[in-house]
């Protein structure tokens, strides 16, 4: 497991995601699949994605009280995902139930990661908005053990966060970390950002990589590149 790039189909319906992905004739990538493409499509887009032979993340970031997340993670096992995820912040009893619900009757389950402190969230956000007042680093680093102590895979973080995670949690601990660009891409409005070979030397598990590669005039050539320079 690990070391794949993971396109993020960030698109809003099934139409333009299968167009898109029909273009990849000789692989058949890992995708990652977000809440507004779940949402507009539902299950049955995960299914199609699945009996054409892709990998999927399924990234809907649950945050509920633990029965809940634990019944809607059983729900979630049925449809053969490979990766899904939680909010850290949801506590370790969120995350245990989350396993607990996740796991098959047979022992099998797909990857269980949690997302530590969204990209999106800064230090001063997180002390006004939530009164979290510790560094966001000790922050991000306090939830990647605690998903660790509940028994979960991994985290998603920024690719500045991997080595430290991994550090912290073991080199088996996955680090999925997407805020990826080209050196001669546009990073948009990513903020903290990598290469695919700088994701590569600081031991990152898989890069998810969306605009870099949907918005490319050659989205197959710029699929390649990213995992040449990742995986290479
Ligand atoms: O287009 P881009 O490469 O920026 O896409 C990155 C993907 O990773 C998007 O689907 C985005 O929502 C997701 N993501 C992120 N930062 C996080 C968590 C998820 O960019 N911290």
Redesign the pocket.
Known sequence: MGKDVII?C?FATAAETLAFLDRFTDRKPFV?I?MELFYAEGPAMVRELKKRGHRIFL?LKLHDIPNTVKKAMTVLSKLDVDIVNVHAAGTKAMMEAAVEGLTRPDGTRPLLIA?TQ???TDQTAMERDLLIREPIADVVMHYARTAKAAGLDGV???PLEAEEVHEACGRAFLTVT????FADGEA???KRIMTPAEAKRIGSDYI????????AADPVAAYERCRNDFIG
Request: glycine share 14%.
């Open positions: 993020a960030d990652k977000g990234d997302v969204l990209t999106s998603v973080c920024s997407p805020g990826i660009r948009g409005d990513q998810v990589v969306g605009r870099p590669i949907t918005k």
